[in-house]
């Protein structure tokens, strides 16, 4: 994240360069550096154990609870306090209600791409991981937008689809394609025990390798805003941290109440308490633009996610034994 921002302030001619390369708002750089992360996770993937994720429903039920009826509008209410109640004294009430906005963007965008990441950290079941991004995935396409504008009042946001719908494809439908692909193909050649024991091991630092790119690449775009508003920042994570750890622990103790493994459990509370930030920051900046204070609190998301995710990546492998 440091490097990030020192290459956004003094190289910035890096991310002007990489800037270029852009779809529907989706960077195409962090998308492949993404698919690099979320790759080598694919690949433990198999369509059996997909099939079987029907035995074991309740760890989809606490998904789609925790991220649709929970997690959005505990978001709004805890940004509306600390922005219009306790930081008032620190915030005008117009930037109030902009900051208020951007979190209540990242609240209703459940995370996608990352959380597999944070899965593949606390060894969650791939597989299942898999089917709760995907069907968070339509979920988002029916109830994002609707949620969105009930939570801000605007009678028509313009989600811009193409940005959902590109997010999908590159952050779930490729990299599973490519990983079902792969592991078909070695195991049919080489054999099962080689795949699991040799072929999957070469890939084990792809994943944090991708991960510490991607931060460096994201941040050196953001690093002018960051370092332009570091006050505001600081305040705007408040309660972005304090909605993080909530949702997290009321996924995660909800698994431990019925009973889910840890492998199920851990991924479920990763995927509520992390964030679609790309879909968040693109909405941002669709509809307030790329200098609104919209923005800079989406942005601020990004800032925030990663150590505190890192942080709950900790708690969750330090009480495997609860489960």
């Known amino acids: 994240m440091v490097i990030g921002v020192f290459i956004g302030k003094y190289l910035h001619f890096i991310p002007d360069f990489l800037g ?3 779809y529907y708002n989706v960077s195409l750089p962090i998308a492949v550096l993404i698919w690099l992360m979320i790759y080598p996770m694919m690949l433990k993937v198999d369509f ?3 099939k079987n994720v029907g035995k074991t429903p309740k760890g989809l039920f606490v998904t789609w609870i925790c991220n649709w ?4 509008f505990t978001m709004f209410g805890i940004a509306n306090l600390f922005f219009h109640v306790i ?4 915030i005008p009430l117009e930037l109030a209600k902009d900051y208020l906005a951007g979190a209540a963007l990242l609240g209703a965008a459940p995370c996608t791409a990352m959380v597999f990441v944070w899965s593949h950290l606390t060894k969650g079941n791939a597989a299942y991981t898999v089917v709760q991004v995907a069907a968070n995935d339509l979920i988002i396409l029916i109830a994002f937008t609707p949620i969105v504008a009930f939570l801000l009042g605007i009678g028509g946001v313009a ?5 959902l719908f590109l997010s999908v494809a590159l952050f779930v439908a490729i990299p ?3 990983g079902v692909i792969t592991r078909t193909i070695i195991i049919s050649k080489k054999g099962p025990d080689y795949f699991s024991n040799t ?3 070469k890939w084990g630092n792809i994943t944090i390798i991708g991960l510490l790119l991607t931060l460096i690449i994201i941040f050196s775009f953001q690093g002018h805003v960051i370092l332009e508003n570091p006050a505001h920042i600081v305040l705007i994570a408040v309660p972005l941290v304090i ?3 909530f949702i997290f622990f009321i996924a995660y103790i909800a698994s431990k109440l019925l009973k889910l493994p840890h492998d199920i459990a851990a991924p479920a509370a990763m995927i509520g308490a992390s964030n679609f930030f790309e879909l968040a920051v693109a909405v941002a900046i669709a509809l307030f633009g790329t200098q609104s204070p919209v923005a800079l609190a989406a942005i601020a998301g990004v800032l925030v996610e990663v150590p505190v995710m890192l942080v709950l990546v900790k708690i969750a492998n330090s009480t495997k034994g609860w489960f």
């Open 48 to 50: 059996q154990s997909i």
């Open 199 to 201: 072929f999957i091991k």
């Open 176 to 178: 599973l394609s490519a």
């Open 87 to 90: 930081f008032k004294t620190l």
């Open 69 to 72: 009826l929970i997690k959005p």
């Open 20 to 22: 270029q390369f852009e």
């Open 243 to 245: 909605q993080t750890f």
């Open 159 to 163: 989600i811009p689809w193409g940005t």
